[in-house]
């Protein structure tokens, strides 16, 4: 009997031309399946994507419900991206250099990468921090390493994206200390700060608290933004961090937007009006090696947070229904081996996020699996930007992927998948009770595992690791950016010294208020500013909520 | 022949680094090799990963480090091994590693490197060649 989902002329072609075809060349013996290992068909017509598929529901026009197209009525014809390289290393002093740097090669926008401890909510003389101060970002311990990391850079022309969790609300209150400073009204201030504590206990393992007092503070943190800096982005719900631990694309999918429904629910929950502050929570995902796979991610991605914002939470501002992004190319596809090869990657991957339809991105560097990234490696990042928005042309037109059978058909299955996912999250409580059950890190951990033994079994491949491999270099050896063992010493010297200059009685004050309000339901916001102001440090500040929160210690799940 | 016990290996994260990926998939890949693993978790200081080490009897300390502090945390365990006594305990490991640490690591007594590109099985055979049974 014929399958009645095809029609005549496609079992015809299948058993007359294609299957001739086949006989006399048959295809590669190949897993034809994503790299997430999503299996992908021969051919997409029509009746993929059924009888009932319809336009104006599925796809509608972009910058209208549900936005699969897009979120803007005109996307990059009207804007580019803001391209925003990631930086951050040594001292504030050298990370203001690079700034200024990347300002001046026509980047337009700033993202701060911070050190370890800085991430952990620690300073630079904690034990922990020994050996980690300004290796993997900048080092900022008080106010006075802010004042001198956005030296000269004008807070109300920049918009700053902040890469920090833990630690998050005392980060942006030093910030906010900054632009006071400046003159610069923070109600001006436009940004993003990271600030998503849930993807920590998923992903990337940076965390103070357990779970649910954090909640309170990111709660205290958007209504803040609400009254005080309404510009300002006060989450960025994020994928990336899921992804590069090793998660599958429907993974990455469904676990940010579980952690996204899990902010509107405590938002919801502390008292606040959704449609107050669900416009300013944004997105951030990866864009791996599998070109179609990321494009319908991000479309699939846009397409349930509109339904999901607008049928279960009710949100009425259109503002609340769109999905806004920023992508980051995925650190974890470039190789050590032929590094100059990544730039290659990087370039497809960034095409695209830019066919996905992204807000803001930043391009990896070549030699990232090797070290921070060099000057010119960063360069070459950000020309690739530059390259695919002013000479490749895919800028000229709104979504042109879209009504590819495969394109659609793909967006549909990655949207079905990932809500296979949110749903079963929802009928555990949650994304809390999901971490807590430790469910999102175990699916990953799998899906790493069983990614790796494809690649060591070059199931999957990595060219200039498992495929085309050179016993030789292929070119030079990027040169490496180094952090020199001084920066460390002289963070301590001037952490000290700024303690020294300090009004300390001050400082114990306002820690001690601090630490009193967290008992009740006050906002802490205006008391962390006021400690911020006056320099108490990232870890004072930190550890003074840890008596009323807790620490968080994690169950490893292998 | 002799049975020979199961090669003990801790697998660690020192430092405050929090990329966890490789340690865990390396953990795995040990237990299904068929040795014994002891997965320290996130956030070990030196002094928690030589604690465990010594505890738990292992023939080996494997560190995965993704955070550019390698020289010092592989350069710590290493010492307070030796200072415990416990020098016979052998420090290998992997992550973002500029080649042109290898050897001073290599000098500071880490056995052998993985950077990125090594397969489980390249770690699994190295291990099965030159981790053996600490006599007890």
């Known amino acids: 009997m014929s399958d009645p989902k095809k029609s005549r002329n496609r079992t015809e072609w299948e058993d007359s031309t294609l299957s001739e075809s086949l006989d006399r060349f048959p295809e590669r013996n190949v897993d034809f399946s994503t790299v997430s290992s999503l299996p992908i068909e021969r051919l997409y017509t029509p009746e993929d994507l059924g009888p009932d598929w319809n336009y104006d529901e599925k796809l509608g026009y972009p910058g209208e419900y549900p936005y699969t197209r897009g979120i803007h009525p005109t996307m990059h014809r009207g804007r580019l991206w803001t391209m925003r390289q990631f930086a951050g290393f040594g001292s504030a002093q050298q990370t203001n250099e690079r700034f200024k740097y990347l300002l001046s090669q026509g980047q337009t926008g700033l993202s701060v990468a911070f050190d370890l401890p800085t991430l952990m909510g620690r300073d630079s003389d904690d034990e922990l921090a020994q050996g980690e101060v300004g290796k993997e970002g900048v080092a900022i311990d008080s106010l006075a390493d802010m004042e001198v990391l956005f030296d000269g850079i004008p807070l109300d022309k920049v918009s700053t994206s902040m890469t920090i969790n833990a630690p998050a609300a005392v980060i942006f209150c030093m910030y906010l200390a900054v632009a006071e400073k400046q003159g610069v009204p923070i109600e001006k201030l436009s940004g993003t700060l990271q600030n998503d504590i849930l993807k920590e206990y998923i992903a990337q393992k940076e965390w103070i608290y357990p779970p649910r007092p954090h909640m309170r503070l990111i709660t205290d943190l958007m209504g803040f933004c609400t009254d005080n800096v309404p510009k300002w982005n006060s989450i960025s719900i994020s994928g990336y961090h899921i992804r590069e631990a090793g998660s599958t694309a429907v993974q990455e999918l469904a676990f940010t937007l579980a952690d996204g429904i899990g902010y509107v629910e405590a938002g919801i929950e502390a008292g606040q009006d959704v449609d107050a502050f669900a416009p300013r929570l944004s997105y951030f995902f990866n864009s791996h090696n599998d070109f179609f796979e990321e494009i319908c991610k991000m479309r699939a991605a846009r397409r349930i947070w509109a339904k999901t914002m607008k049928e279960k939470f009710g949100a009425k501002n259109p503002r609340s229904w769109m999905l806004r992004f920023h992508t980051q190319t995925a650190g974890c596809s470039l190789t050590a081996q032929q590094p100059y090869n990544n730039i290659v990657r990087v370039t497809v991957q960034a095409l695209a996020a830019i066919l996905g339809g992204t807000q803001s991105l930043h391009t990896n560097s070549l030699d990232e699996t090797l070290a921070l990234p060099s000057e010119n490696a960063v360069t070459i990042a950000l020309r690739t930007q530059q390259i695919l928005a002013e000479e490749s042309g895919v800028t000229n037109t709104v979504d042109p992927l879209a009504g590819s059978y495969f394109v659609e058909s793909l967006t549909d299955k990655m949207e079905a998948d990932a809500m296979a996912y949110i749903n079963r999250i929802a009928e555990m409580g949650g994304i809390i009770p999901a971490i807590e059950a430790g469910f999102p890190q175990k699916e990953i951990a799998d899906a790493s595992y069983k990614y790796q033994q494809q690649i060591d079994g070059a199931e999957k491949s990595v060219v200039g690791v498992n495929r085309h491999t050179m016993e030789h270099e292929l070119g030079e050896r990027p040169e490496i950016l180094r952090i020199g063992e001084e920066v460390e010493r002289e963070q301590l010297a001037r952490l000290q010294q700024m303690k020294s200059e300090r009004d300390e009685a001050q400082v114990q004050r306002d820690l001690e208020t601090l630490r009193k309000a967290a008992e009740t339901d006050e906002n802490l916001m205006p008391l962390m500013l006021q400690a911020v102001r006056n320099y108490a440090t990232v870890q004072e500040i930190s550890f003074a909520l840890v008596p009323v929160f807790g620490t968080y210690r994690e169950v490893s799940v292998l | ?136």
């Open chain 2, 1 to 136: 022949m002799n049975e020979q016990r199961r090669l003990r290996l801790l697998v660690g994260k020192v430092g405050l680094d929090g990329h966890d990926r490789g340690a865990k998939i390396i953990a795995r890949a040990f237990r299904d090799a068929g040795f014994e693993v002891i997965y320290t978790g996130l956030h070990q200081s030196p002094d928690q990963v030589v604690n465990t080490a010594i505890q738990e009897d292992v023939d080996a300390v494997s560190l995965s480090i993704l955070s550019g502090a390698h020289m010092h945390l592989f350069g710590k365990v290493i010492e307070l091994l030796r200072e415990r006594d416990s020098g016979d305990i052998k420090v290998f490991g992997g992550g973002i590693i500029p080649e042109e640490d290898i050897p001073r690591l290599k000098e500071l007594g880490v056995v052998e490197l993985f950077t990125p590109g090594a397969t489980t099985e390249d770690v699994i055979s190295w291990v099965r060649e030159n981790i053996h049974p600490r006599a007890v």
